[in-house]
Antibody, heavy 121, light 106 residues
Framework: EVQVVESGGGLVQPGGSLRLSCSTS????????MGWVRQAPGKGLQSVAN????????FYEDSVKGRFTISRDNAKNSLYLQMSSLRGEDTAVYYC???????????????WGQGSLVTVS | DIQMTQSPASLSASVGDRVTITCRAS??????LNWYQQKPGKAPKLLIY???SLKSGVPSRFSGSGSGTDFTLTISSLQPEDFATYYC?????????FGPGTKVDV
């Protein structure tokens, strides 16, 4: 069974930093793209960052470029999101999600974690 | 960036109704369009990928169609567990964007 579990959320002051972690199991992690999607309270979904299966390519939503860094440790089956210079508008539930298998491109997210709340205040 | 819009923003329906949700992209995205269902306090669930492919395990009452800029999600006979918010998502560009969502309630 595929499992995706986020951790590391919490309360942080504006301008501060926070690192989210995502632990996975039940699939061959280094064969899959991974991504972070966030949802501000009462709002819709926003894709934050995506990372290729081998870590060679990253893609960021404009508002987080230069402030957030997505990375992965394939040996630990884990995904990370380093967030710095945090702003109030970064307050959201952050979901870790499994993307495409390396053999195909659909741009989907087919397994999601339960989410980790980040509050910037 | 590719912008996504959805209509309606919300709709009221009854069990057994046929429900149609529309998603439009600001420019052609071929068939790189996915649909998700989200219930309050829960993570989204993938329903449809590549505009019309049903994810394994998703009931066949869900279907998707469209290409280019205009897409549709149809629920053929609404069930009690289908009351939720539905989002479209483009994957034509590597920076994905979601539509604003359509809330389906009673």
């Amino acid at each position: 069974e595929v499992q995706v579990v986020e951790s590391g959320g919490g309360l942080v002051q504006p301008g501060g930093s926070l690192r989210l972690s995502c632990s996975t199991s039940g699939f061959i992690f280094n064969n899959y793209w991974m991504g972070w999607v966030r949802q501000a309270p009462g709002k819709g979904l926003q894709s934050v960052a995506n990372l290729k299966h081998d870590g060679s390519e990253t893609f960021y939503e404009d508002s987080v470029k230069g402030r957030f860094t997505i990375s992965r440790d394939n040996a630990k089956n884990s995904l990370y999101l380093q967030m710095s210079s945090l702003r109030g508008e970064d307050t959201a539930v952050y979901y870790c999600a499994r993307g495409d298998h390396k053999s195909a491109w659909y741009g989907l997210f087919d397994h999601w974690g339960q989410g980790s709340l980040v509050t910037v205040s | 960036d590719i912008q996504m819009t959805q209509s309606p923003a919300s709709l009221s329906a009854s069990v057994g109704d046929r429900v149609t949700i529309t998603c439009r992209a600001s420019r052609s995205i071929s068939s790189y369009l996915n649909w998700y269902q989200q219930k309050p306090g829960k993570a989204p669930k993938l329903l449809i990928y590549l505009a019309s492919s049903l994810k394994s395990g998703v009931p066949s009452r869900f279907s998707g169609s469209g290409s280019g800029t205009d897409f549709t999600l149809t629920i053929s006979s609404l069930q009690p567990e289908d009351f939720a918010t539905y989002y479209c998502q483009q994957s034509f560009s590597n920076v994905f964007t979601f539509g604003p969502g359509t809330k389906v309630d009673v």
